[in-house]
């Protein structure tokens, strides 16, 4: 018990390690901007089809 209870602790440790590590490279912001243009093109669409 007490052994899957360490290894979960170190999971999650693991896990919020390369979620900072990914935040401090700027994958986010690549993402959000991806979206953003995607939501923008299809805006644009919606309105020449009126």
Known sequence: MFSAFVLLILFVLL?????LLLGKLGLFN???????NLKNI???KEEENK
Do not use: A
């Open 15 to 19: 896990l919020s390690g390369i979620w």
């Open 42 to 44: 299809f805006e644009d």
């Open 30 to 36: 690549k993402i959000g901007n991806q979206t953003t």
